[in-house]
């Protein structure tokens, strides 16, 4: 099964960019869809980005489109989130997860996703 492994995240101020990696140990099979999610302290987790493997392009939270932006490197199987303009708001663990959502409708689903990293924490301060 594939794994998926997290990293980039760290502390910086508002205003700042951050540039988060997700490494899979392989490709996973089908129409896979790959994904951001974060979760911040006391807080459900959340959508952030994702891209499907074929169709629909790349989804993203109200709340970060035009500040992130989620891109692969399919040679290396990984996945990146570029942050850029971060808030303190943005402040969370942030999660890289692979699953099979059954449309485009899905994607923004937690629970369509099967594989989950064990995230990294993004610091946005004041």
């Known amino acids: 099964q594939v794994q998926v492994v997290e990293s980039g995240g760290g502390l910086v101020q508002a205003g700042g960019s951050l540039r988060l990696s997700c490494a899979a140990s392989?490709?996973?099979?089908?129409?896979?869809?790959m994904a951001w999610f974060r979760q911040a302290r006391g807080k459900e987790r959340e959508f952030v980005a994702a891209?499907?493997?074929?169709?629909?392009?790349?989804f993203y939270a109200d709340s970060v489109e035009g500040r992130f932006a989620i891109s692969r490197d399919d040679a290396k199987n990984t996945v990146f989130l570029q942050m850029d303009s971060l808030k303190p708001e943005d402040t969370a663990v942030y999660f890289c997860?692979?699953?099979?959502?059954?449309?485009?409708?899905?994607?923004?689903?937690?629970?369509?996703?099967?594989?989950w990293g064990q995230g990294t924490q993004v610091t946005v301060s004041s």
């Open positions: 392989g490709r996973p099979y089908g129409e896979y869809a």
């Open positions: 891209f499907r493997w074929r169709g629909s392009g790349t």
């Open positions: 997860a692979v699953g099979w959502p059954a449309g485009p409708s899905r994607v923004r689903s937690a629970g369509e996703y099967m594989i």
